[in-house]
C-alpha cells in the first residue's frame, strides 16, 4: 500500500531532515500524506494550546513528539512502521498537564483545606430534627473594624441586660479579641455570633467549629475570638474608614417537650415543593412531549417533503433544548418569569419534553407497521387503526420511559433550587451560605431520602404496570373498575395540589414576555464580533449661579450642545440642545458638576433624529450650584456623551473568554472521567461477586463495596459540587473533585458488573494451556473487560461534558459560572455565546463518543 | 365475482410490481398465486383490498369497482374482505380477545369503539370464531402468549369476524412448519368449503398447491405467466414460473423455494 514512488531515491536521513523543520513534512514528502497531515495538526494544535496556556514546561513533550515525527519519517523511508504508542503517550502526557494547570488542580488543598469541611462532616452525623423550645438570653455589643483614629462612634447600640463588652472598641480582621459577659444564666453554655454590617448572622467558628462560652455560678462569662472576614473584599471600608459590626452571645435554654424545629418544617414543606415540581413537570411534559413526539417520528413524517422538513426541524429543536442542562434553563426562565418554583418547573418540563420527545419518537419509529395493515384491511377507520393497532404498541414503552423521566425529575428537581427558588436545593444553598451547617446537612439528608423513596416507588409502579397480571390472576371487573377509579381520584388530587404548590402561573410567561423576548433575541445573536466603540463627548458650561466661573465649551468634529440660556439659578427652565451629533444614536445627557461627579439629566434619555439634532426640556438641577464656601469656583457643565465605533470588526472579549472556558470544561472533564476511572477500576473488583467469593469475608468485603456505591451514587453531584467547594474553594479544582467523587461509584457499579460477566469459558482454556495467573489475566480477561469498561468511561465522559457546564453554578468553576454571572450582569448576548458553545460542545462529543463508542463494540 | 383488469402498479422507487395483469376469480374459488419472493404476489393481493393503490387498471367485485373507492365506501367494502398474514400482524401486547374484536372495526360503532365498547352480541360472536378454530380457551392471554400456529388461528377469527365474502390469504403458512401449515390451510379449506367464501391465498409450496387449490395463477416480475388448474402445473410450468434453479430445491417431491 506503498504511495511512494520515490523510495530508495533519496536518503533516508532526509526525510527525517524534512520532519524536522516541519513536523509530518518528511512522511508527507515520501508519500504518507495523510499521516504527514495528521501529525502535523497536532503539533499545531498541541503547541497552539501550550503557548495559549502559557504551560512552557510542557513543551518537552511536544519536542519529544517532534523529533518522533523525524524518527517516524526516517523509518519510514527505510521501509519500517513505528508504532503511534509514543507520540500518543507524549500527547496524552501534554493533555493532561494542560488540564492539571487550567483546573487548578491542587491535592495539597485536600488535606491543608480540611478544618474547612469539619464542620460539615459533623453536621451531617447531626441533622436537626426535634429540639425543645428553649428561653433565649441573648446579648450584643458593637465594635467597629478596622480601627482608625479618630475612631467614630459605633452605629449601632450594645444590650443593658444580659451585657456584653468587648476588650477593645476595634479591631482589624484577624486579631483576637476577648468578650466578657455578665446578666447570663448561670453555669450554662452559649454560643457566639458575629453580625455584619448588614445585619448578616454568621456563626463565631474555633477551629472550625462553632465557638461556645460557659458561664460561671454568677451569670458571667469571658470568652476569646478572632475577628472574622464578615464583609466581602469588594465592600470592604476604604482608607480612613471603619464599619460597625456586632458580637452577640446567646443562650438557649430548653424547656418542656420535645417539638420538630422549624428547620424541619421547612424541610417537610421543601419535600412537598420538590415532589409537586417533579410531578407537576413529568405530567406537562407527557402532555407536550406526545404530540411532539409524533412530530419527531420519521416513520410517520417521511411522507413528503413539507413533512420531512417538519421532521428535520423538530428533531434539531429538541436536541438543541436537551444539550442544555435542566440548571442552565432553571437560569433562564428566572430571567423570563423571575425566582420561584414556576421558572424551575418550566426548566424541568421543556427538558422533559425534549427528552420524552425524542425517546417517544424513538419508540414510535420501532413500531411494528403488520398490525396497521391488518387493522386497515378490516375496514377500520384512523382513529380506530390509532387505538387498536398503534397505542397498544407504544403505550408500554412509553410508560416505562415516563417513569425513567419521572426518576430524572425527582433528582433535578431537589437540586434545582441551588439556582432558583424552589425545592429542597434552595434551603440548602441559603443554609450553607449562612453557615447553618446542621440545617443544611437536614436538607441534604432529605435530599437523599426523598430520592431513594421515590425511586422505590416508581420501581414499583413500574412492576405493577409492566408485568401486567396474569390471564388466571384477573381481579373482577367491578374490582378493576374501583381500583382504577381510585388511581384517577389520587392523580387528580396530586395534579391540584402539584398545580397549587408549584405555583403554576401561565400568565407570568406573558407578563415576563419582554424580558424573555430580550433573552431570546441575544441568544439567537451570539456576541462573536464585536467592534471596538470609544466615549465622545461635547460639553458646554452652565454657571450657577450666573458669574460663578466658567470653562470652555467642548465639540468633537462639529458635534457641539448648546443651552437656552448661557446661565441661570437652581429650577430655572432650560433646553439642552444638540447640533451634528451622529444620527440615530443613543446618547447620554448628564450634569457634570464642578467636582467632576456626573448624573443623568433624565433617565433612559435620548436618541439623536435622522439629522443627528437633539432637544431636551428640564429645570436646572439643585445639585449645579456652586456653593463658594466649600471652595467650589469652578462652574458646572451640561454634557452630551455616546460610544462610537472605532476600527474594524475584532473577535469580542465575550466569545475569548467563553472559548477559554470550553477549554477548561472540557478539561474538567477529562480529568474528572480519568481520575474517577483510575480509581474506580480498582474498587471494582471488589464489588464483583465472582472475585470476592462465597465465603463470609467475601461477601461481607461484596456487601460493604456494593452498599458504598448505591450510597454515593444517590448523592446528587451538584451536592458534591457545594460540598467540594467548601472543602477546596470555588473552582475548577472542586468541580474536578465532585465529578470524580461521583464517577467512582458510578463507574464502579458498572465495572464490577461487567467483571461478574465475564465468560469462564476463555478463562478455563487459557489456563488448561498451562498459563500462569497474569497470563491469564492478559489473554483471557482482559479483552472482555477493556472494551466495555471503555464504553463506560466514554459514556461517563459523555455525561461529565453536560454536568460540567452546570457545576460551576455553585463553585465548581468551567463554563457555567461565567453563565451565571452574565446572565446576573443582564449581559445576555455573552451569555447566549456561553450557551451556544456548550450546545456545540455537547453535540461534538455526544458524536464523537457515540462514534468511539460504536468502534468498541 | 372478482375481476382484476390490467393491474399495474409502479413504486414511487420506480420498481415494476405487477405489470398488466388481468384475470377473474368465480364466487367459492380457491385461488392460489404462486411465484418467487418479489413476483408481485403479494402486492397482488393488497391491491384488491386497496392497502395499496394501484397505479393502473381496476380491480371489480359484484360490479363495484374496489379501485374507484375511497372513504367510508372502501372501508365497507374492506370489511367483507377478510385477509391474513405471513407474520400473523397481531397487536402482540393486546389479549387474544381484543385482537378477534379488532376484526369487527368495520362494523361497530365509530366512535364507542374507541373505548373499547363492543356489543354483547359481538364477544359472543368473537368467541364463536375463537371456538371454531379450536382456541376457545385462549381468549384472555396476551397474543404473543400463543404459538406461531395459535397466532395464525387468532388471526383466522379475526377475519371471520368481519363474516367476510372473500378472503385473501398472504403468505399464511411460510413463517409455520409443514405440519401447522397443514392444519392452517384446513381451517381455509373449512371456510371455502362450508361458508363459500373465496379465497386467494398465495403459497410457496407446491404440493400445498396441489392439495387445496381449485385454480392457480403464477407471477414471474409482475406479470402473468400462469393460470389454470392445479392439474396442469406440471413441473415445466413450475420451472417457468420459478425460474431454472426451481428443481435444484425441490425435496422429496415437494419444490421449495
Wanted: aromatic share 8%.
Amino acid at each position: 500500500m506503498r504511495a511512494s514512488n520515490r523510495q530508495g531515491q533519496s536518503p533516508a536521513w532526509l526525510y527525517a531532515l524534512f520532519s524536522l523543520v516541519i513536523p509530518g513534512s518528511g512522511q508527507a514528502v515520501w508519500g504518507k500524506r495523510s499521516r504527514g497531515a495528521g501529525l502535523l495538526l497536532v503539533v499545531a494544535a498541541l503547541g497552539g494550546l501550550i503557548l495559549w496556556k502559557n504551560t512552557v514546561a510542557l513543551l518537552a513533550p511536544l519536542a519529544g513528539i517532534w523529533l518522533w515525527t523525524a524518527w517516524d519519517a526516517f523509518q519510514l523511508a527505510r521501509g519500517r512502521q513505528t508504532g503511534l504508542g509514543v507520540p500518543f503517550l507524549l500527547g496524552a502526557l501534554i493533555v493532561y498537564g494542560l488540564g492539571v494547570s487550567v483546573t487548578e488542580v491542587r491535592p495539597a488543598r485536600l488535606v491543608s483545606s480540611w478544618p474547612s469541611m469539619l464542620p460539615y462532616v459533623r453536621a451531617l452525623t447531626r441533622p436537626e430534627l426535634m429540639t425543645y423550645p428553649t428561653n433565649d438570653v441573648t446579648g450584643q455589643t458593637p465594635i467597629q473594624v478596622p480601627c482608625i483614629d479618630p475612631l467614630p462612634p459605633p452605629t449601632r447600640e450594645a444590650t443593658v441586660s444580659p451585657r456584653l463588652i468587648t476588650s477593645v472598641p476595634c479591631a482589624a480582621v484577624g486579631d483576637f479579641i476577648e468578650v466578657s459577659g455578665s446578666g447570663y444564666l448561670p453555669n450554662f453554655e452559649g454560643e457566639l455570633w458575629w453580625i455584619n454590617p448588614i445585619g448578616d448572622p454568621q456563626r463565631v467558628l474555633e477551629n472550625g467549629v462553632q465557638a461556645l462560652f460557659m458561664t460561671d455560678d454568677a451569670g458571667n462569662f469571658t470568652a476569646r475570638l478572632r475577628v472574622p472576614l464578615a464583609v466581602p473584599v469588594t465592600s470592604q471600608p476604604g482608607p480612613g474608614e471603619t464599619q460597625t459590626h456586632v458580637v452577640r452571645a446567646e443562650q438557649h435554654q430548653p424547656y418542656g417537650s420535645l417539638q420538630p424545629t422549624q428547620t424541619l418544617g421547612l424541610v417537610i414543606d421543601k419535600i412537598g415543593e420538590t415532589i409537586a415540581l417533579a410531578f407537576m413537570a413529568t405530567v406537562l411534559g407527557v402532555i407536550f412531549a406526545v404530540p411532539v413526539s409524533f412530530l419527531a417520528a420519521r416513520n410517520l413524517m417521511a411522507g413528503n417533503r413539507v413533512t420531512l422538513a417538519v421532521y428535520y426541524v423538530v428533531r434539531t429543536i429538541l436536541n438543541v433544548v436537551r444539550s442544555i442542562e435542566t440548571l442552565m434553563w432553571a437560569i433562564i426562565f428566572a430571567v423570563w418569569v423571575g425566582l420561584g418554583p414556576f421558572g424551575g418547573t418550566l426548566a424541568l418540563w421543556l427538558h422533559t419534553v425534549a427528552a420524552l420527545g425524542k425517546l417517544y419518537s424513538e419508540a414510535i419509529e420501532s413500531i411494528d407497521p403488520g398490525p396497521i395493515e391488518a387493522m386497515r384491511a378490516t375496514g377500520a377507520t384512523m382513529p380506530q387503526v390509532v387505538v387498536y393497532a398503534v397505542l397498544p404498541q407504544i403505550l408500554p414503552t412509553f410508560t416505562s420511559f415516563t417513569l425513567y423521566r419521572w426518576d430524572i425529575n425527582v433528582r433535578m428537581s431537589t437540586v434545582i433550587g441551588l439556582v432558583s427558588d424552589a425545592g429542597l436545593g434552595f434551603l440548602v444553598i441559603q443554609w450553607i451560605r449562612l453557615n447553618r451547617f446542621s440545617s443544611m446537612a437536614t436538607a441534604i439528608i432529605a435530599i437523599v431520602l426523598v430520592v431513594a423513596l421515590l425511586d422505590a416507588v416508581s420501581g414499583w409502579l413500574r412492576q405493577r404496570i409492566l408485568a401486567g397480571a396474569p390471564a388466571t390472576q384477573r381481579p373482577s371487573p367491578m374490582r378493576r373498575l374501583l381500583t382504577r377509579g381510585a388511581a384517577v381520584v389520587v392523580f387528580v388530587l396530586l395534579f391540584v395540589w402539584s398545580w397549587q404548590v408549584a405555583q403554576i402561573k401561565p400568565v407570568e410567561l406573558i407578563r415576563g414576555a419582554p424580558d424573555g423576548l430580550r433573552l431570546a433575541r441575544a441568544f439567537a445573536i451570539p456576541d462573536i464580533i464585536s467592534r471596538p466603540t470609544q466615549e465622545q463627548k461635547v460639553t458646554v458650561p452652565l454657571p450657577v449661579p450666573c458669574g460663578s466661573g466658567a470653562t470652555e465649551p467642548s465639540a468633537f468634529s462639529g458635534a457641539r450642545v448648546s443651552l437656552s440660556r448661557s446661565c441661570g439659578n437652581v429650577g430655572d427652565p432650560l433646553v439642552i440642545s444638540g447640533h451634528e451629533l451622529p444620527p440615530n444614536t443613543d446618547v447620554s445627557v448628564r450634569w457634570v458638576f464642578s467636582d467632576g461627579a456626573f448624573l443623568r439629566v433624565r433617565a433612559n434619555c435620548c436618541t439623536t433624529d435622522a439629522a443627528g439634532t437633539l432637544r431636551l426640556e428640564t429645570t436646572i438641577s439643585p445639585l449645579m450650584a456652586v456653593n463658594a464656601d466649600e471652595g467650589r469656583l469652578e462652574a458646572g457643565q451640561v454634557e452630551v456623551i455616546w460610544r462610537e465605533v472605532v476600527g474594524g470588526p475584532q473577535i469580542s472579549d465575550a466569545f475569548k473568554t467563553v472559548l477559554d472556558l470550553s477549554l477548561v470544561t472540557l478539561l474538567m472533564a477529562l480529568l474528572a472521567t480519568t481520575l474517577g476511572s483510575f480509581f474506580a477500576i480498582p474498587l471494582s473488583f471488589f464489588a464483583a461477586r465472582n472475585i470476592t467469593g462465597r465465603s463470609a469475608a467475601g461477601r461481607a468485603v461484596y456487601n460493604l463495596f456494593r452498599t458504598a456505591f448505591n450510597l454515593f451514587r444517590s448523592i446528587e453531584p451538584m451536592i458534591l459540587v457545594l460540598i467540594c467547594a467548601a472543602w477546596v474553594g470555588a473552582g475548577p479544582f472542586a468541580g474536578v473533585l465532585a465529578l470524580m467523587l461521583n464517577n467512582i461509584p458510578n463507574l464502579g457499579k458498572l465495572f464490577s458488573e461487567t467483571i461478574e460477566e465475564i465468560d469462564a469459558g476463555p478463562v478455563e482454556a487459557v489456563m488448561a494451556t498451562g498459563a500462569n495467573r497474569l497470563q491469564t489475566l492478559i489473554f483471557a480477561i482482559a479483552p472482555q473487560l477493556v472494551p466495555k469498561f471503555l464504553a463506560f468511561i466514554l459514556y461517563q465522559w459523555d455525561i461529565n461534558i453536560r454536568m460540567s457546564t452546570v457545576i460551576g453554578f455553585v463553585g465548581g468553576g468551567g463554563i457555567g459560572q461565567q453563565f451565571r454571572l452574565w446572565v446576573g450582569l443582564n449581559q445576555y448576548d455573552a451569555a447566549g455565546t456561553a450557551t451556544w458553545a456548550i450546545v456545540i460542545m455537547v453535540w461534538s462529543m455526544d458524536y464523537l463518543s457515540a462514534r468511539a463508542r460504536e468502534r468498541l463494540t | 365475482m372478482l375481476r382484476v383488469e390490467n393491474l399495474t402498479k409502479v413504486f414511487p422507487d420506480g420498481t415494476v410490481a405487477l405489470k398488466n395483469v388481468s384475470f377473474d376469480v368465480r364466487d367459492g374459488e380457491f385461488l392460489t398465486v404462486i411465484g418467487l419472493s418479489g413476483s408481485g404476489k403479494s402486492t397482488l393481493l393488497r391491491c384488491i383490498n386497496r392497502l395499496i393503490d394501484p397505479t393502473e387498471g381496476r380491480v371489480i367485485w359484484n360490479d363495484v369497482d374496489i379501485t374507484a373507492a375511497s372513504g367510508k365506501e372502501l372501508r365497507h367494502i374492506r370489511r367483507q374482505i377478510g385477509m391474513i398474514f405471513q407474520q400473523f400482524n397481531l397487536v402482540k401486547r393486546s389479549s387474544v380477545m381484543t385482537n378477534v374484536l379488532s376484526g369487527r372495526l368495520g362494523y361497530a360503532h365509530p366512535w364507542l369503539s374507541l373505548l373499547h365498547q363492543f356489543s354483547g352480541q359481538d364477544h359472543k360472536r368473537a368467541l364463536a370464531a375463537l371456538e371454531r378454530v379450536g382456541i376457545g380457551d385462549k381468549a384472555d392471554n396476551r397474543a404473543d402468549q400463543l404459538s406461531g400456529g395459535q397466532q395464525q388461528r387468532v388471526a383466522i377469527a379475526r377475519a371471520l369476524m368481519q363474516e367476510p365474502s372473500l378472503m385473501l390469504a398472504d403468505e399464511p403458512v411460510a413463517s409455520l412448519d409443514p405440519v401447522l401449515a397443514h392444519s392452517i390451510l384446513q381451517y381455509l379449506e373449512l371456510l371455502n368449503r362450508q361458508d363459500g367464501i373465496t379465497v386467494i391465498c398465495s403459497l410457496h409450496f407446491l404440493d400445498l398447491v396441489h392439495r387445496y387449490a381449485t385454480r392457480v395463477i403464477g407471477l414471474k416480475a409482475g406479470e402473468l405467466v400462469f393460470d389454470g388448474i392445479p392439474g396442469e402445473l406440471t413441473r415445466e410450468r413450475f420451472k417457468e414460473v420459478y425460474g431454472e434453479e426451481a428443481e435444484m430445491v425441490t425435496v422429496g417431491g415437494q419444490a421449495v423455494n
